[in-house]
């Protein structure tokens, strides 16, 4: 919170001296994503094509527009494992929908609905019925995964329709369509976050929620609708990866939860609540995302890249608890 | 450790302007025909470029009570700091029982002999009461724990200090007083001859605080020697041999404590002449309008019950009473946080319903500026500015974006009444003092004005300076039309603001005191809460 604060109110307050080092963990991540970027471009020369770029951005679409959602919950010191869930339901939803003849508006607004109901379960439980976040999305996960798998039968919803596709591999000014719609979301989040009564709020219940309690804030309902804005992420990311593969099923996104926790972690989003900015998750997003292409363009194993990605969140939440000693 | 700078009450001028001449201070020598136990030659301590602590020379008498007093930063934690070795110091010497002694490590310190007893307790709260006192160092036979040696030995060290704390008992169902007490047997224990206590008395009520100057005498008189940080001056007076006053980071003036006076201490303490910090501040007008809140019956079961009155606009109602008398609850019932709470609650004339939650008290015009600062009061990452304008953003916003611009300008109206550095406002309100935290949440409510403030132990752990700002800025709440209901257990503080005051004990409203008809003092208070003069009841 206070970079954002402090950088915003510099013009009229005389600045606060930092320490070297704590400047050095807050922007060190730009520093990290430049060297990254060098080092792939060094070892894979066609990293910078434009083309590849494109790739890069529109495959991790999905990631980063969870990711967005994720960092509102995180800041207000919860947690959505049920990311996965809800994105592989909007998936199945929205694409049996197509399949059933439905226009593609209502196809999305029902899916989008979804999504937002799922996330109202979500805060419900969290915030009424007081059961740990970590455990609730844990809970509501396997539920929304089997009412999907139940409600498919277990089988993939093929579309074969043309439109159904522009929202995944359509492009608006040679730039894939999928890409708009991952900035917007960024845009919007960030502006939220920084600049809005409801950004700030959120801010404040991750720093002490008895303290904006007592301030008057209605936590609850604050806390709710980050749950709520999460789901409809989720399942907004489920509608692209559907679009883009033509196909719509409920076993997919096992691993988005996970990802998705790491892109806002390693963007330095503070597990602890009250700190963080979703400019940095598209820092973290960009930095696991150039990450697995350079894995993968070097062609090294998967199952490896699952142990450096793993070590790399770990090293991100221990360099915040570090960071967070030192204050 | 950052330079304190003093605001005189109400006024801009600088509460230092003429320090002490330096070369006139002379160190008493009170340790003429004893050996000092703690000598210090030349010691000083610099943080980065400030100096914290000047060079110090100082003899510390053993079997003596040693008080240590000054304002935030004047250098008398530091000076405590480095005896207990947290802190080691950047020139000078310290000699123990005449030795020379390497401090820097609170474990040579106490190797040396030197326990230090901090505000925050180190108690393991699921480990029993003896477990606590035997912690780190516990008696055994080899890899076996002796229990029951060690229950013989605690309930003889507690027998020599006439404390009954049960031994089996976790140490989370104790109260502060008796962890505290643990504390200090496990000092004990440790063969500690010198003793440190940082604020010992903050969160203790009036008999436990007797309790513990009890056994600090005690301890006195078995030869331990006992070096005392507080801000509470007539505690001070009352129970040390010495008293060393600090100002701004230099020793000022040690005399034995007969030679001190309450005024001379703040004297030397500010600087320039202060009066009493407790001089009486009654409400100015006339208070025969309405009340702005009248409660009946309000009960939280297992806690308080049978309570009722009114206040009314630019009154100041206290409400006394020990600690665990419900003085907390009636507060927390009021503000919403209660929601088993009960009773009838008429706002202005009007009768509504009993707030359950905070916000449907914040709705009735129902604030509170809660005792725990740090876990109720404040978001402390964020800025000072952030934290005054929370409650009510939608008037730091246009269309709701946060006008930063404007943010900042109402929170430096919102705190320029309080004497709060405009500087400050975006620095995290963590790193604050606690008197400026305070301000940060008086301010708060200077911008967001509630109709009834509740105010629980507003100025806890606040130096003087800034203790004498917080009970004005009380007063000042009041004349501008807010009922104030007050809680503390500077029972002074009470009688010094409150109009009227009700007392509490075990959880019953057992007096009501009105001060323009009888005398409110410190003593009439007490003797209710005791239930010395029970024929007063209401």
Redesign the interface.
Known sequence: ??EV??S??S????V?RRPTSDIALRYGLIAVLIVLIAVSQLLYPRFLDPQNIKNILSQNAPLGIIAVGMTLVMITRGFDLSVGAVYASGATVFASLAVAGWPLWAAGAVTMMIGVFAGLINGTIVTRLNVNPFVATLGTTSVFSGLALLYSNSSPFVVSEKAFTLLGRGSFLEIPISIWVLLMVFVIGEFVLS???????L??IG??D?????????TAMLRTTTYVICGACAALAGMIIASRLSIGQADIGASMALDSIAVVVIGGTSLMG??GAVWRSAIGLLIVAVLTNLLDSLAVDSNYQLVIKGTIVVAAVALDAYARLRR | MTHRRGKGRGTAKPLLATPANQDDIRVSDLSATISPAVRLKGVSKTFGPIQALKPVNLDIAAGTIHALVGQNGAGKSTTLGILAGRISATTGDVEIGGARVDLGDPRRARAAGVVAIYQELTIVPALSAVANVFLGQPLSRGYLLSEGAMQSRFAELAGRLGVSIPTDAEARSLSVADQQTLEILRAIQANARIILFDEPTTALAQPEREALFKVMRDLRAEGHTLIYVSHNLDEVLGISDAITVFRNGSLIETRPTQAWTKAQLVTAMLGEEMGDIYHRRPASRLRDGEPAISVRDIALPGAIGEIGFSVRAGEILGVGGLVGSGRSSLLRALAGLEHRSSGQIEIAGREVAWPRTPRAARALGIALVPEDRKHQGLVLGMTAADNVTLPKLRAIARSGLIDNQLAAEVAADATRAFGFDPKRLFAPVGTLSGGNQQKVLLARWAFDRPKVLLVDEPTRGIDVGAKAEILDALRAFAEEGLAVIMVSSELEEICALADRVIVMSEGRQVDHIDASRAELSVHRILNSAFGVERHHHV
Do not use: D, Q
Not at chain 1, 11 to 14: E, L, N, V
Not at chain 1, 195 to 201: A, E, F, I, L, M
């Open positions: 919170m206070s604060s402090s915003r109110t013009a009229t307050a005389p606060r600049r809005t009564v409801y950004g700030r709020s801010y404040a720093g002490n008895e303290a904006s309690r007592l301030a008057g804030l209605p009250g700190e």
